[in-house]
């Protein structure tokens, strides 16, 4: 099956989270990426996994 048919079987829910984590995800790479891995290594005081 593609991936359009299985994507309409799914909740409105479902689907907005399928499309929204990686465009989130996206979206604070391309923005604040370098800055983000920095915060997290202090906070976690280890590097961030690449």
Not at 16 to 25: E, G, N, Q
């Amino acid at each position: 099956m593609s991936a359009r048919w299985r994507r309409r079987e799914m909740t409105r829910g479902e689907m907005t989270a399928w499309v929204a984590v990686p465009a989130v995800m996206w979206a604070v790479r391309r923005r604040v990426g370098p800055a983000a891995l920095r915060f997290y290594d202090s906070i976690r005081g280890r590097p961030c996994p690449r």
